[in-house]
């Protein structure tokens, strides 16, 4: 069967989809109900999913409205392919509309074009190509739909209370060839409410989510407004970044931009939060100058926590990172320094993390995924080395890495594609889009998967 040849084939119906799909601002909202426990657009993008997958003769679930499938096939064995349908929020500076799907120099843009409805899109059209080819299943094979995955898992954690694990499957959101090897994923929260000497900084915000580099950080200061604005101007000349400094009843607002980024990766983005802080510790001297020194002091040009004292590398996965994802400071109440920590498979995390204090601020374990790992000699690794070097013709080495996908949440999972070697990873940035001919290429290589591991032969 040449895949590749059908999947061109498909390739104006599975943009269109994909179209409709990033039409809908499917971003985690705080205005919810039971049948919307994540937001109505959420809902709306998994609803649009399950609908498509009745339309085209599968058994479909509605998991509490968090997470569905859509299921086909026969045999006791179940073959999992875990996509989501939530995206991250767009941020500001996008070029063209983030929900618009714009078709542009052989790139579909949009936010979620590569994570992961444009992969999730791959795969559907990829498993009704091998549906529509008419090869007998010797297992099913189910489209396990999440909508929560930026955000906690809370999806996929709550359909697994209650539905199969498969036996074996994979997740198309991060690289090709294959990933088996995912970093331990800890949320840390650093706090302090104990302050001595109130200074000028009023208020101090960065950031949102902590899986992603904070590309916007303000700072609300008392005092004299030409005197800040002076000296905010120099600094963001001399690093030659963009900064405002305005006032507004009778204070003085500092907006500082960065770049965002994934948090597996701390350094492919600019943190806006680390860089406001590197300018007001050298302007401030009391509680405020305590709250940029501790920034500073652990997070300016160190993502990989050797200031800690928590630097950890493997050959397996490399080395740990962290990522000061959400940053706050309101006069005279708590402050704090929320972080994504992505830790290496073999990091001795009870060993560090044990009653970890540093000045003066408490370290709470918000939540920890543990190390995902599936050996390199596995069958089912085989036959997925065997399914991308047809497509292909390039050899299907084995990758680790920082982020975190469904494949962890899986007996055996592992991540498969759809970013291709050597392409640019524009997951959570502005612009983000999807090359239309890997979008083919990917609805190859999983048709060629699904058919190896799913149907007779």
């Known amino acids: 069967m040449d895949w590749q040849l059908e999947a061109e084939k498909r390739k ?7 179209q409709e799909l990033i039409a809908i601002p499917s971003v985690l909202s705080e205005e919810t109900t039971k049948d ?27 998991v509490d409205h968090v997470a569905g499938h859509l299921e086909i096939g026969e045999g006791k064995e179940l073959l999992g392919i875990l996509g989501h349908v939530d995206v991250v929020p767009t941020g500001a500076g996008w070029t063209k509309d983030p929900f618009g799907g714009v078709i ?21 059209t990829a498993l009704n190509m091998v549906k529509d080819a008419g090869f007998e299943f010797s297992k099913r094979v189910r489209l396990i739909i999440g909508t929560d995955e930026e955000s906690g898992f809370r999806c996929v954690n709550r359909y697994f ?21 995912e970093k331990g994923i800890a949320g840390l929260v650093f706090s302090k409410s104990e302050w001595t000497q109130q200074d000028e900084l009023q208020h101090f915000s960065a950031g949102e989510r902590t899986n992603m580099v904070p590309d916007l950080a ?29 006032e507004q009843d009778g204070e003085t607002i500092l907006t500082l931009h960065g770049k965002s980024a994934h948090a597996m990766e701390p350094d492919a983005g600019v943190n806006a939060g680390i860089l406001l ?18 920034i500073v002091d652990h997070f300016y040009e160190d993502s990989r926590g050797k200031r800690f004292g928590l630097d950890f590398s493997d050959e397996v996965s490399g080395d740990t990172t962290f990522n000061a994802g959400v940053l706050r400071f309101e006069r005279g109440k708590t402050a704090t320094v929320s972080v994504s920590m992505r830790y290496s498979v073999s990091y001795p995390f009870e060993q560090k993390l044990a009653d970890f204090q540093i000045d003066g601020y408490q370290l709470k374990i918000a939540s ?25 013709g390039q050899t299907a ?10 494949a962890r949440v899986l007996d055996k999972g592992v991540a498969f594609g759809m970013l291709f070697p050597g392409e640019a990873d524009v997951a959570h940035q502005l612009d983000e889009f999807v090359e239309i001919e890997n979008l083919v290429k990917a609805t190859a290589i999983y048709a060629e998967a699904i058919y190896q591991l799913a149907c007779r032969k």
């Open 218 to 246: 303000e700072a609300r200061l008392s005092g004299d407004f030409p005197k800040w604005q002076k000296s905010f101007n120099a600094f963001c000349e001399d690093l030659k970044i963009e900064g405002l400094a305005s």
């Open 277 to 294: 802080a590197l300018f007001l510790r050298g302007e401030l001297s009391g509680d405020g100058r305590s709250f940029a020194d501790f």
């Open 161 to 181: 209370e209650t539905e199969e694990m498969p036996t074996i499957g994979f997740a198309p959101d991060a690289d090709f060839p294959i990933i088996n090897a």
């Open 12 to 18: 104006d119906s599975m943009l269109k989809e994909l």
């Open 36 to 62: 919307a426990p994540f937001g109505e657009d959420v809902k709306r993008a998994l609803d649009w999913f399950l609908a498509k997958g009745k339309n085209n003769g599968f058994a479909v679930k509605n």
């Open 368 to 392: 920890n995924s543990a190390p995902h790992h599936v050996d390199e000699n596995d069958p089912f690794i085989k036959t997925l080395q065997s399914a991308y070097e047809n497509q292909t």
């Open 397 to 406: 080495d084995l990758l680790a890495i920082g982020g975190g996908t469904y």
């Open 104 to 124: 542009e120099n052989g790139k579909l843009y949009g936010r979620g074009a590569i994570d992961d409805k444009g992969p999730t899109i791959a795969a559907w």
